[in-house]
């Protein structure tokens, strides 16, 4: 079993900075796939970011390049996404999610198997 804390969400100006983060249990967090997804009220769930198993390798969705960084810290068992530059249509509920069953990161929310129970970012203009 795998659990899963998000904390870190807020409500900030349009050009602010958020920083999420997403404490996980299990021994072998090291060894998970890492992926922050999003939904927006009325609208399906999306891909964000996703890290692979040493940090190594990461990939972000078109909408957040350049704005938001995906981190992970294996010792403290966390993954972090630094938002910048936030804008009004980032408002979302934002979940971490763990791919125990692969190292690589994928934008594919079906590949994830243990999810958080959400942080909620408001973004005002």
């Known amino acids: 079993q795998v659990q899963l804390v998000e904390s870190g969400g807020g409500l900030v100006q349009a050009g602010g900075s958020l920083r999420l983060s997403c404490a996980a249990s299990g021994r072998t967090f090291s060894s998970y796939g890492m992926g922050w997804f999003r939904q927006a009220p009325g609208k399906e769930r999306e891909f964000v970011a996703a890290?692979?198993?040493?940090?190594?390798?990461?990939y972000y969705a078109d909408s957040v390049k350049g704005r938001f960084t995906i981190s992970r810290d294996n010792a403290k068992k966390t993954v972090y996404l630094q938002m910048n530059r936030l804008k009004p249509e980032d408002t979302a509920v934002y979940y971490c999610?763990?791919?125990?069953?692969?190292?690589?990161?994928?934008?594919?929310?079906?590949?994830?198997?243990?999810w958080g129970q959400g942080t909620q970012v408001t973004v005002s203009s």
């Open positions: 890290i692979t198993w040493t940090g190594g390798n990461t």
């Open positions: 999610a763990a791919r125990t069953t692969g190292r690589w990161a994928t934008d594919d929310s079906r590949a994830y198997d243990y």
